[in-house]
Structures are given as C-alpha cells and as structure tokens.
C-alpha cells in the first residue's frame, strides 16, 4: 500500500513538476519511505521539496522530516546542525519543543552531555506544562544515574 501511494506520487510530479500540489505528493511520498525505513528514499523526496519549491509552505514539514528520517536513522552528526538550523529558522513552530528532544538525545548519542543539559533545560524552563519537559526531566534524572562520556562542549 506505501508502494502504491509512493509510486503514485512520483508519477503526477513527474508528469506535471509544476503542479500546485507536487511538493504535496513528494512529502506524501517522503513520509511513506520513512514509514517503511527507506531512509535515503525519504531524504531525497524532502529534499526535492526544499530545492524545487522554495515557496510551498512545505518547507518546514519537509525540513523537519529529514530530522526525523536522520534521527531514525541514526545519522546524530547529521542530524545536529539540521535541528539547530531548524530551530532558528522556524522560532515559533508548534513542533519546536519534539525538534529540541531530538537535538538532545542526538548531543546525547554523540556523547556532547554539556550541550544535551542546555537543551533539556530549556525544554523545561520553555515548556513547563508540556508532556514534553516530562520526557526531559526523565531524560535528566537517566543522566544524573547514568555517566555518559562527554567531550565538554557547552553549545546548543
């Protein structure tokens, strides 16, 4: 069925690149590669909305699925300067808070603690009422328990 939705979508871009619903079917399609772990696939469909279609206000859907594809993916140094790029470029997004726990737990993997601290801690000073500054609380107390190598940065 994901087949069948991807291919369906790459032939109406292909057909018609320009249509007003093409950056539409390519993050259609793109979600769907993610769904079935076709990391690569997903990337390049979101890719094609960023570079093709400036305009769409897809953008940010696009850009953040390929923080979701590289968090998927386990592609953390990828994904890092993505999320800070994504967190700048879109301030007051409804998916900010979701976009900074996966920039901590990506600082986390890579083993920059000092950095993934800042950014749960802002999670929680930010968004106090969110389910989300519950997960960063869990995430800091796992810390405090756990040691975690660090390299010593303090960036976000």
């Known amino acids: 069925q994901n087949y069948e939705a991807i291919n369906q979508a790459?032939?109406?871009?292909?057909?018609n690149p320009r249509c007003t619903y093409a950056a539409e079917l390519l993050l259609l399609a793109a979600r769907a590669h993610l769904k079935?772990?076709?990391?690569?696939?997903?990337?390049?469909s979101a890719t094609r909305i960023?570079?093709?279609y400036?305009?769409?206000p897809l953008q940010q859907?696009?850009?953040?699925?390929?923080i979701d594809v590289f968090a998927a993916a386990g592609k953390h140094s990828l994904l890092v300067d993505l999320a800070r790029e994504h967190l700048r470029q879109y301030p007051e997004s409804?998916?900010?808070p979701a976009t900074m726990l996966i920039l901590a737990d990506s600082l986390l993997a890579l083993g920059r603690k000092p950095a993934a601290l800042k950014v749960l801690?802002?999670?929680i000073k930010e968004y106090p009422e969110a389910k989300i500054a519950k997960q960063a609380q869990d995430r800091l107390n796992r810390m405090s328990r756990t040691?975690?190598?660090s390299n010593n940065d303090g960036e976000t």
């Open 121 to 123: 801690n802002a999670i």
């Open 147 to 149: 040691p975690i190598p």
């Open 94 to 96: 409804h998916d900010r």
């Open 10 to 15: 790459y032939d109406r871009v292909k057909v």
């Open 50 to 52: 960023v570079e093709e």
């Open 61 to 66: 859907g696009a850009k953040r699925l390929i």
């Open 36 to 44: 079935v772990k076709e990391f690569d696939a997903a990337v390049k």
């Open 54 to 56: 400036p305009d769409s």
